[in-house]
């Protein structure tokens, strides 16, 4: 790994290197927090955290040959709790704080590449506008990308830490929930190319309101790299009012780049894309017109570095679904929508949306929402009346907070059994997903269309894995 050598990241963490004569100038092959994942001249970072300490696996990592050990436990101490010899010992750095070594050593790293890296934040739709975006850049180059949940302060500096020679650009995604994240962030990361999807109803508890997400997400600007570019959803009315960032002007990306949209329904869409003077097909196999605006950010990104647009056209074309996000999966007499990785209200309407496009009977599986601070209850309350609104034929409501999701589809017009006065939604209300799970297979029918959703917390990836046993 370029530069980083025993030495240089002593001095990038700050701390002394111990147990080293004579290996100082030696390049690490790889850094990691799990020890699984180590390789033979690796680096392993030993944390302690809330379920594990990593500090019990030092001697697994040097047993597989590990260069370097960053922990905060001497090697006496790790031998009295853990059993692990200080004689087996290599070279090791001894931090107050792993995790923050990490940062450092992350962001010392970034500094040696040379490779665009495109940042990717927003309330909702980071992690398919990433595969998008990095999907297309493939078509040109060799791309490293964020891999499952690993966008906030843990997830990044690791994401960076997996760039090799080989990689000619890379895509990473930036989760935050809180003021001063993106900037710690963005110190880490310094894009070439930030993206912002848009600026929804999310972490309120922290965030307060909308323009509250909007001055944490832009804090990415104070660190986009010397000349480099903004990318921004033209369709939001709070990124739009946005024009120029550092004496730069905004590059905007929106519906309004494609014209004869045909939605195919849950087999995804096709639209003529406009990019400057050309114009040109392309086929969006994911569904849902939010699929087409995360096509337009991966174009006009694409654009950006260089692809033309056969490259551009034939990367969208190959983008798939993400386990959690919109993923379609077919099941003997039942097809699942999987959007359960996470929720809030722009999401939880988007999905609903998607699940109308489908054919037969629409069944809606939603749960709490987290951290939507004070306004909770009344989004919640929306999100119920806006399934009725849609005409989803059965909701199935989950969780404390989803009581008001309850109401507000009740007082839609939600009913919580058919009754002979012509179409009404059915409606039911579990406590939680136990009491879910144990009633859903009363309720669902062959042919249904089923749409499961909710915040991360609730664990509704259980209750898809249920409904494939089906």
Same mark, same amino acid.
């Given at each position: ?10 001095? $990038? *963490? ?14 690490? @092959?790889?850094?990691?927090?799990? /020890? ?10 030993? $944390? ?18 590990? $260069?370097?050990?960053?922990? @905060?436990? @001497? ?8 059993? =692990? ?8 750095? *001894?931090? !107050? ?14 500094d040696q590449l040379e490779i665009p890296i495109v940042g990717i934040t927003g309330s909702v739709g980071k992690t398919s506008t990433k595969e998008f975006i990095a999907t297309v850049l493939s078509e040109k180059y060799s791309v490293l990308k964020t891999e499952g949940n690993f966008n906030n302060e843990i997830g990044l500096p690791i994401t960076l830490l997996r760039i090799r020679g080989e990689h000619e650009a890379a ?5 935050? &929930?809180?003021?001063? +994240? ?13 993206? %912002? ?12 309101? #909308? ?6 997400? @832009? ?21 739009? +009012? ?83 996000? /919109?993923?379609? %999966? ?30 037969? #009977? ?8 987290? !951290? ?37 589809? #009740?007082?839609?017009?939600?009913? =919580?059994? &058919? ?13 939680? #997903?136990? &009491? ?6 009363? %309720? ?9 959703? $909710? &915040? ?15």
């Amino acid at each position: 790994m370029k530069n980083l050598t025993l030495k240089n990241i002593a001095d $990038a *963490i700050g701390a002394p290197l111990n147990n080293a004569e004579g290996k100082e100038n030696t390049e690490i @092959t790889c850094a990691v927090v799990d /020890s699984r994942k180590i390789e033979p001249g690796g680096l392993f970072f030993a $944390a302690k955290g809330e379920k594990v300490d990593g500090h019990k696996f030092i001697g697994q990592v040097l047993e597989k040959g590990a $260069a370097l050990i960053v922990c @905060t436990k @001497t090697p006496d101490e790790v031998e009295k709790e853990h059993g =692990i010899p200080t004689g087996n010992w290599g070279p090791y750095i *001894i931090v !107050e704080d792993s995790y923050d070594a990490l940062k450092k050593v992350a962001t010392f790293y970034r500094d040696q590449l040379e490779i665009p890296i495109v940042g990717i934040t927003g309330s909702v739709g980071k992690t398919s506008t990433k595969e998008f975006i990095a999907t297309v850049l493939s078509e040109k180059y060799s791309v490293l990308k964020t891999e499952g949940n690993f966008n906030n302060e843990i997830g990044l500096p690791i994401t960076l830490l997996r760039i090799r020679g080989e990689h000619e650009a890379a895509v990473v995604e930036m989760g935050i &929930s809180d003021f001063g +994240e993106m900037s710690r962030l963005g110190a880490m990361a310094k894009p070439d190319i930030c993206v %912002i999807t848009n600026i929804g109803q999310c972490h309120l508890e922290n965030l307060h309101d #909308r323009q509250g997400v909007r001055k944490a997400k @832009t804090e990415m600007f104070d660190y986009l790299k010397n000349g480099g570019t903004v990318c921004l959803n033209r369709d939001d009315d709070l990124l739009a +009012e946005i024009k120029e960032v550092n004496g730069k002007p905004v590059h905007f990306f929106g519906l309004s780049d494609v014209t004869e949209v045909v939605n195919r329904g849950l087999l995804g869409s096709e639209a003529i894309l406009h990019m400057g003077d050309e114009s040109f097909p392309i086929t969006i196999h994911l569904p849902g017109l939010h699929m087409v605006k995360n096509a337009c950010a991966a174009a006009l990104v694409g654009q950006i570095l260089g692809l033309d647009k056969e490259q551009i056209r034939a990367g969208i074309e190959k983008v798939k679904p993400v386990d959690g996000r /919109s993923n379609l %999966i077919s099941t003997t007499d039942k097809l699942i929508i999987d959007d359960c990785y996470n929720a809030n209200p722009v999401s939880m309407k988007a999905a609903i949306d998607l699940l109308k496009n489908a054919e037969g #009977r629409t069944v809606a599986l939603l749960g709490d929402m987290f !951290e939507l601070g004070e306004d909770s209850d009344i989004l919640h309350a929306s999100v119920g009346s806006y399934a009725v609104q849609k005409k989803v034929d059965v909701i199935c409501l989950t969780g404390e907070n989803a009581k008001n999701m309850y109401e507000g589809a #009740r007082a839609a017009g939600a009913v =919580i059994q &058919s009754d002979n006065g012509g179409w009404k939604p059915q409606i039911y209300y579990f406590k939680d #997903r136990e &009491s879910l799970l144990a009633d859903f297979k009363n %309720i669902l029918r062959p042919g249904d269309t089923v749409l499961v959703k $909710a &915040s991360h917390g609730m664990g509704f990836a259980k209750v898809v894995e249920e409904l494939k046993k089906m």
